[in-house]
C-alpha cells in the first residue's frame, strides 16, 4: 500500500505494467524537491554524478533528455523515501500531466 504524498502506487508498479495502460498520474507532484542518482555502469565514462532537483520535473526532463540511455536504464530519482527506477520517469515524461515543453524528436 502506498501512503506517499507524492506519488501514488500507479506510478510504483508502472514497470509491473503493460505498455499498453496509460500510466495515471494525475496526483504525482512534479513541484516536489528530487534527487537524480544515475547509474553506476562501469563500461561508461560516466561524467554524470547524483543531483539536486528543485522539482520532480526538472530532474524527470534531465533523465530523458540530457543522461544518455545506458545511464538512464540504471538511474533512478529519489523524492522523500520513494525511488521511481528508469520506466517510472520515462512515464511520467510521456504522461500528457507532464508539466514543462519536451525537446522535439
Do not use: W
Not at 70 to 86: C, F, S, T, V
Not at 97 to 102: I, Q, S
Amino acid at each position: 500500500m502506498c501512503f506517499d504524498t507524492h506519488i501514488t502506487c500507479i506510478v510504483s508498479f508502472v514497470s509491473a505494467l503493460p505498455k499498453s495502460l496509460e500510466l495515471t498520474v494525475e496526483k504525482f507532484d512534479f513541484d516536489a524537491p528530487a534527487e537524480l542518482f544515475p547509474s553506476r555502469n562501469r563500461k561508461i565514462v560516466n561524467k554524470i554524478k547524483y543531483r539536486r532537483f528543485d522539482r520532480a520535473a526538472d530532474a524527470i526532463r534531465f533523465a530523458v533528455e540530457e543522461l544518455p540511455e545506458p545511464l538512464l536504464l540504471g538511474a533512478y530519482i529519489q523524492i522523500d523515501e520513494e525511488r521511481l527506477g528508469h520506466k517510472d520517469i520515462r512515464g511520467l515524461y510521456d504522461s500528457a500531466e507532464y508539466p514543462l515543453t519536451k525537446r522535439a524528436g
